[in-house]
């Protein structure tokens, strides 16, 4: 069992960036996929990033390469997600979560193969 505690979302006008954090409990931090998804209102759940146990391997939605980046941090026990040159379309709940069945350079892209989620963090960009 893990419980994953995401921060740092908040109001950014558009052009701004935001980084969020995901810490996770426990001690076995690499043995799970990391992988950061979000919500807009009245949208389903949508894929956003994902790195492996051994942060060699990373993927992203279409919409947010190049302006996100993905990372881990294993000795903090800590996923991150840097957001840079933000738009209103990235206005979301984030969410981060934990796939515990990846092999070390695999990455899980949809929702039904995470074990753990966080709560969420709200992130709001401004036109």
């Known amino acids: 069992q893990v419980q994953l505690v995401e921060s740092g979302g908040g109001l950014v006008q558009a052009g701004g960036s935001l980084r969020l954090s995901c810490t996770a409990s426990?001690?076995?931090?690499?043995?799970?996929?990391m992988g950061w998804f979000r919500q807009a209102p009245g949208k389903e759940r949508e894929f956003v990033a994902a790195?492996?146990?051994?942060?060699?391997?990373?993927s992203y939605l279409e919409a947010v390469k190049g302006r996100f980046t993905i990372s881990r941090d294993n000795t903090k026990n800590t996923a991150y997600l840097q957001m840079n040159s933000l738009k209103p379309e990235d206005t979301a709940v984030y969410y981060c979560?934990?796939?515990?069945?990846?092999?070390?350079?695999?990455?899980?892209?949809?929702?039904?193969?995470?074990?753990?989620w966080g709560q969420g963090t709200q992130v709001t960009v401004s036109s």
């Open positions: 790195i492996s146990r051994s942060g060699g391997n990373t």
């Open positions: 979560a934990a796939d515990r069945d990846l092999t070390l350079y695999a990455v899980a892209m949809f929702p039904a193969q995470y074990d753990y």
């Open positions: 426990g001690r076995t931090f690499t043995t799970y996929g």
